[in-house]
């Protein structure tokens, strides 16, 4: 086909389905690299030419070798860009980008899309509100850090993704004591004030630093909460042009344009403060959210955030105008827990708003759609009530032993 276009997509995850089957159909060659441990899962293999497995997973992938790889692949292809599907292969795909003088994010802008103190530093630089914070350098400002600045605090890996690995501190002699346990990997961390408030996402998807396509939604259990105390996982789109959809929407944009990216989809979070009532910038990330909310999104919104990536990509590379399909605006939800049982039986939760069933071994998970958002939140409710009884199980918090 005369407008094929080559594409190399990067993910240790198995996640991107739908963006490798899109881009597939819109006439382009498409190359997978992943890891080797995802070898069995079920990717889309009549929409892909070729799969290439990297040993190890996440931090474990050797970049000279995945370099060298990529290098000799196009020997024989005009690689036309490279898509990292996940948080963790940004830093790959910009480093492939870099050496290879390919179109798209650099390392510099990509930092601030992984680590957390790059984003700190550059939402500060914007004039974006942050809750307070201090890298972990200098004994000097940590010390005036924890002075100045009231607990509780929270001890965040700078380029872990989500939740993990983040600390709870009430102290300053607790917060000391955690930062000598790292030793020369302090380095990798970062302190800062913990806000209690609600916690939102934007989803968005961008093109040429224009957001073509937003909404909002609230955690109702944030991903935090989870990390240190269990429970289950809900999340729900809020009221079209209330006072925080429009406030949160504002303060994405300064994050998109103040951050530098150009085109893809991002995955946000924003904090409403119960102190202050403002909205603050906790994270931002050049991805589709995890955890099922693309679903949920399209569920809402009639937006496949993974296609609609995907077709602006393919736009592109081409060079031709990417038009975004009719946006729908109903409401919808997630419940999601990890399961006692393998294959939970969960035809118990039968009512018409039910669109989507998590089909993962040992989680039990559904999405629900309607036009009304106080029928999605009651059901929430009343789902979230009957999975706690009937199949919710509690899983260790994964300790962060390799980071960036």
């Not at 999605?376 to 390799?402: I, P």
Request: with cysteine; proline share 3%; charged share 25%.
């Amino acid at each position: 086909m005369k407008t094929a276009k080559t594409f190399i997509c990067v993910s240790n995850f198995f996640k991107g389905v739908d963006f490798l089957i899109e881009l597939k159909k819109l006439g382009n060659k498409v190359f997978l690299i992943t890891s080797e441990k995802l070898s069995n899962k079920p990717w889309p293999t009549d929409y892909i030419d070729e799969i290439f497995y990297m040993a190890g997973q996440d931090t474990d992938w050797n970049l000279e070798h995945l370099l060298l790889g990529v290098g000799n692949l196009m020997k024989s292809n005009k690689i036309d860009a490279i898509i990292a599907l996940d948080d963790y292969d940004v830093e790959k795909a910009t480093y492939l980008r870099e050496n290879l003088r390919i179109d798209g994010m650099g390392q510099t802008t990509g930092r601030y899309f992984r680590d957390k103190l790059a984003m700190r530093m550059r939402a500060k630089s914007c004039g974006i509100s942050n809750p307070n914070f201090c890298s972990l350098f200098n004994d000097h400002d940590i010390n005036t850090f924890a002075d100045t600045i009231s607990p509780p605090w929270v001890l965040k890996p700078r380029s872990e993704a989500s939740a993990l690995g983040i600390i709870k501190i009430f102290d300053k002699e607790s917060l000391w004591i955690h930062i000598n346990e790292m030793g020369n990997n302090r380095f990798k961390y970062l302190v800062e004030q913990f806000r209690s408030g609600d916690v939102y996402h934007c989803d968005s998807l961008v093109l040429n630093g224009k957001i073509l396509f937003s909404i909002t939604s609230k955690y109702l259990t944030t991903p935090l909460e989870i990390s240190q105390g269990g429970g289950i996982f809900r999340s729900a789109n809020i009221q079209y042009d209330s006072e925080d959809d429009t406030a949160i929407k504002a303060v994405n944009e300064q994050v998109i344009k103040g951050f530098g990216l150009k085109h893809g989809a991002a995955h946000s979070e924003y904090i409403k403060c119960k102190d202050d009532g403002k909205i603050y910038f906790l994270e931002t990330s050049s991805r589709v959210g995890g955890a099922h909310l693309a679903e949920m999104v399209e569920a809402a919104s009639n937006i496949n955030l993974w296609k609609e990536w995907a077709a602006i990509e393919d736009s592109l590379v081409k060079e031709t105008k990417y038009c975004l399909p009719k946006i729908k605006k109903s409401y919808a939800g997630i419940v999601l827990t990890l399961s006692k049982f393998q294959h939970p039986d969960l035809s118990s939760f039968s009512d018409p708003e039910v669109c989507f069933r998590v089909p993962l071994d040992y989680h039990a998970g559904l999405i629900i759609k309607s036009d009304s958002n106080e029928r999605v939140l009651d059901l929430l409710d009343d789902y979230t009530n009957r999975l706690t009884t009937d199949f919710a199980a509690v899983g260790e918090q994964k300790k962060v032993s390799k980071l960036h």
